[in-house]
């Protein structure tokens, strides 16, 4: 069993920096984010290898975002950073057998999400 509670969430203006935090317990497994915005499917952020020897980001992220474990802290990382109003969502971490998994299906395991609002 996997348990994970995201924070870090909040209100931040367009250009500005956030990070979430992912804190984990029970097996150490590639750890994903994920957003959902009011009104659309929910989308693949990044995600991070069970060492965090290796990371995967969706297009619109990359350059801006980066993702991060401590596994001794059993706690995983998302710096964002450049937020536009279209980050805006809320965000959640999952927990997936698969290395680097990039499809919400390929995931087990899901935090209750935090609200990420960026104002323009």
């Known amino acids: 069993q996997v348990q994970l509670v995201e924070s870090g969430g909040g209100l931040v203006q367009a250009g500005g920096s956030l990070r979430l935090s992912c804190a984990t317990s029970?097996?150490?497994?590639?750890i994903g984010w994920f957003r959902q915005a009011p009104g659309k499917e929910r989308e693949f952020v990044a995600a991070i290898n069970w060492s965090g020897s290796s990371t995967n980001y969706a297009d619109s992220v990359k350059g801006r975002f980066t993702t991060s474990r401590d596994n001794a802290k059993k706690t995983v990382h998302l710096q964002m950073n450049s937020l536009k109003p279209e980050d805006t969502a809320v965000y959640s971490c999952?927990?997936?057998?698969?290395?680097?998994?990039?499809?919400?299906?390929?995931?087990?395991?899901w935090g209750q999400g935090t609200q990420v609002t960026v104002s323009s």
């Open positions: 029970g097996r150490t497994l590639t």
């Open positions: 999952a927990a997936s057998w698969r290395t680097l998994a990039a499809h919400d299906y390929e995931y087990v395991y």
